[in-house]
């Protein structure tokens, strides 16, 4: 069952990744994929670059409307994704509490919908 | 197999379900993780068994009857339904390794059907599922209480109570949540939702000021799945724990009222209280303690032991139970039980010190306590025995401005 680990980091979280920190910070996430690949868990996703450099568009009557933006703003901005290949939310929820953003920011833990 | 009367028939599918609605649910609802599935096919089987059953007479082994029609319908459901196409296959593939499907009406035992309870218990307990709805979930997949039942003792629309129970089975299906018991290593967190759930159907307060009547109904059904914890996983101490709490309160049902007045423990008469509940309490507390793994229902089931111990004549152990109060507000630091321990020093040492520790409580939660009506009964009760008038009845009116029962507010307006 693939199950979606979506990555809400903090603002601090974002600035680690290029801060005095930054060392720190791209350890625990090397340490983390290294481990799921280690158990033989099937895995995917992306990292994204920091909020402040999404945009938004929507589409109304016809026209385009693009924005500055994160979506939402919210204390937490989404960072990344990733998808994992397990058999239960039990053990989905296992690998979503080694996550370095679940001690720092949050983690949801969301099934995949299998396309038909 | 002969006709059956009617009337007997509808005796024994209520019987059935009585005894049976969780372990057929729960086999049936395994493969699929579809509880909704799993009562609609269910459902089916009943409704075959009403038309079936005055023809053909009721089978010597209903349950099993039951579970088979039951598991075809699953299928039949299951191949019907396109859009989770899979869902077939799983049971099929989960059929073949059960025994084959069995004939209608042919003589099998009931011991065929897997008994899942305890993983259904799990399910609906399990950390991914709102709190609020794990008890009405376990009341109606384990027991079969309908939602307008469950709905009238959570104070909530049935409708409203409907939809959260389908949302809740909607995420059971959909989330990945596993039919399993979970491993050991889980368990203290695991097990302690499980009887938390219990717990809360039978929704009691610490300190019986916080009885609510109209969860009394619910009361019988919450031992019920106190004793099938204990039938089920019967090493664990704290379910043990759980029962004993649960049935000492259950032995003092008729002497908590009396003519609709509302008695108060100390007051209570023990002739009025259930000496069979109490005995039973007692064997638990002791089949608990045998397994030397104390815990929160142990301490307050031991609380509730202490009190029961009037049934033999014997005085309350007021320094025994601020002892036992110490231990539980280390173990859960609710409210409700440092109120309930503020109330036992009072009694145990002086009001004065009982006072003291509601003070610095309300110094610790002002906003929690402001609205605690068991806080400002207790308080009331401490000043009146400091002999501080004044304070008292004014704590007494807050108090009576946070009770909804009726009977308590008698009982606090007395002159």
């Known amino acids: 069952m693939k199950f979606a680990i979506i990555i809400l980091e903090s603002a601090s979280d974002f600035a680690s990744r290029q801060n005095e920190r930054a060392p720190a910070y791209w350890e625990a996430w090397k340490a983390y994929m290294a481990a799921l690949n280690e158990a033989g868990i099937p895995n995917g996703g992306a990292a994204l670059q920091a909020p402040e450099t999404a ?8 026209r385009r409307l693009v924005q500055d933006g994160p979506y939402a703003d919210t204390k937490e901005q989404l960072g990344g994704f990733l998808t994992i290949d397990v058999p239960d939310l039990d053990q989905a929820l296992h690998w979503a509490a080694l996550c370095p953003a679940a001690s720092s920011g949050a983690v949801e833990v969301r099934p995949v919908l299998p396309m038909m | 197999m002969n006709a059956a009367h009617e009337s007997e028939v509808h005796e024994a599918l209520r019987a059935v379900v009585a005894r049976s609605h969780g372990r057929l649910v729960a086999s049936l609802a395994r493969s699929g993780r579809d509880l909704s599935a799993a009562e609609d096919a ?16 009721v089978p010597r082994e209903p349950e099993a009857w039951l579970w088979t029609v039951s ?15 899979g869902a077939a296959e799983a049971l ?8 084959s499907p069995l004939e209608l009406g042919e003589v099998v035992s009931s011991d065929v059907i897997p008994d899942e309870r305890l993983a259904l218990l799990f399910v609906c307990a399990h950390p991914a599922i709102d709190p609020s709805v794990r008890t009405p979930l376990m009341l109606q997949t384990v027991l079969g209480l309908d939602a307008g039942k469950i709905a009238s003792a959570f104070l909530v629309a049935p409708a409203t109570m409907g939809q959260r129970l389908v949302r809740a089975k909607t995420k059971i299906r959909d989330a990945g949540i596993p039919f399993e018991v979970p491993v ?64 000492f309160c259950e032995s003092r049902r008729a002497a908590r009222r009396v003519d609709g007045r509302y008695v108060p423990l100390d007051a209570q008469e023990v002739a009025r209280w259930d000496f069979g509940a ?24 031991l609380v509730q032991a202490m009190h029961a111990r009037r049934r033999f004549g014997e005085a309350v152990d007021w320094d025994g139970l601020a002892a036992l109060y110490a231990a539980i507000v280390r173990v859960t630091p609710t409210l409700g ?41 207790t308080l009331a009760a401490l000043l009146e025995a400091a002999g501080d008038g004044v304070a008292a009845a004014e704590a007494r009116t807050r108090a009576i401005g946070l009770t909804e029962d009726p009977a308590v507010r008698a009982w606090l307006t007395r002159g």
């Open chain 1, 55 to 62: 945009t938004v568009v929507r589409v109304a009557d016809g």
């Open chain 2, 42 to 57: 269910l459902a089916d089987a009943l409704r075959e068994a009403l038309e079936q059953w005055p023809v053909l007479g």
């Open chain 2, 71 to 85: 598991r075809r319908r699953l299928l039949d459901r299951a191949r019907r339904d396109t859009v989770r196409r």
């Open chain 2, 92 to 99: 099929l593939a989960s059929f073949d390794r059960e025994p």
């Open chain 2, 184 to 247: 050991r290593r889980d368990w203290p967190e695991r097990l302690g939702s499980v009887l938390e759930a219990i717990y809360a159907a039978y929704g009691t307060g610490w300190d019986e000021l916080g009885v609510d009547a109209r969860q009394a109904d619910l009361s019988r059904e919450a031992i019920t799945l106190a004793r099938l914890v204990v039938h089920l996983l019967p090493d664990e101490a704290e379910a043990h724990g759980l029962l004993a709490l649960l049935l």
């Open chain 2, 278 to 301: 109490i005995d039973e309490a007692f064997a638990e507390v002791d089949e608990a303690a045998r397994r030397a793994h104390l815990g929160r229902f142990q301490l307050e089931a």
């Open chain 2, 337 to 377: 039980a440092h109120v309930a321990q503020a109330a036992v020093v009072g009694r145990a040492r002086s009001p004065r010190e009982g006072i003291a520790l509601l003070a610095s409580l309300a110094a610790a939660h002002p906003t929690e306590v402001a609205r605690y009506q068991p806080y400002h009964a």
